[in-house]
């Protein structure tokens, strides 16, 4: 079937670790976006990337990084960096063209101890 | 900047009757694109419906109508005969135009919408 997977589906991790969500979609899709939600909120933009091996920064991504190698995969590091990373992750993703319309994977909820 | 606002935080609803959740927002540009989306429990986000801002008609999906007033800068959305698996949040989201904005959404913050039996 196709879709987009996010990996793992909760995640804890003791204060000053890096770590890593995954993220591939298979659809083909051109274009993906990292949002983070926290409780009671709506989402907020981390990074996109519209092709391989090239990234924007959204509206908060100080203390994240992200990588495009392969169309498929948008890996989201959070680094020590980011001062309050515990949250709800979302994934997103979307065809070539402009006005087409995200699609979101499951999501992954970090919690850091 | 764009701005999207959800006034309603939470909203109740009777089984098998109608809802309307608010959403305005805010924009200068001539294009844009509006959406839905629906987030139960589990967190996954559900894209519902989708309305162009040059969009003639307003859109419809099922039992989900979007009741788009370009004047008033509103697009809220109608859900007809609720069912008990409707209870979630829900999304209003706009699109920004341009190749440059890489089509990135901007959230509003959420209607939780509870059905009762």
């Known amino acids: 079937d196709g879709g987009i997977t996010q990996s793992p589906k909760y995640l804890f991790r003791k204060e000053g670790q890096n770590v890593t969500l995954s993220c591939e979609q298979n659809?083909?899709?051109?274009?993906m976006y990292w949002y983070r939600q926290d409780p009671g909120q709506g989402l907020r933009l981390i990074y996109y990337?519209?092709?391989?091996?090239?990234?924007q920064k959204g509206d908060i991504a100080e203390g994240y990084s992200v990588s495009r190698e392969k169309k498929e995969s948008f890996p989201l590091t959070v680094t020590s960096a980011q001062k309050n990373p515990t949250a709800f992750y979302l994934c997103?993703?979307?065809?070539?063209?402009?006005?087409?319309?995200?699609?979101f994977g499951p999501g992954t909820r970090l919690t850091v101890l | 900047a764009q701005k999207i606002t959800q006034t309603q935080p939470g909203m109740f609803v009777q089984e098998k009757e109608a809802v309307t959740l608010d959403c305005t927002y805010d924009?200068?540009?001539?294009?844009?694109?509006l959406f839905w989306y629906k987030q139960p429990s589990s967190g996954e986000m559900i894209f519902l419906i989708y309305?162009?801002?040059?969009?003639?008609q307003n859109a419809t999906e099922g039992r989900y109508s979007l009741n788009f007033q370009k004047a008033r800068k509103s697009a809220n959305l109608v859900i007809s005969a609720s069912q008990l698996g409707d209870s979630a949040m829900y999304f209003c989201?706009?699109?920004?135009?341009?190749?440059?904005?890489?089509?990135?959404?901007?959230f509003g913050e959420g209607t939780q919408l509870t059905v009762n039996p």
């Open positions: 659809l083909n899709h051109d274009a």
């Open positions: 924009t200068s540009d001539p294009s844009y694109g």
């Open positions: 309305q162009g801002s040059y969009d003639q």
């Open positions: 990337s519209q092709i391989v091996n090239d990234f």
């Open positions: 989201a706009m699109r920004e135009a341009g190749e440059t904005s890489g089509s990135r959404l901007t």
């Open positions: 997103a993703s979307r065809r070539g063209h402009l006005l087409d319309t995200q699609y």
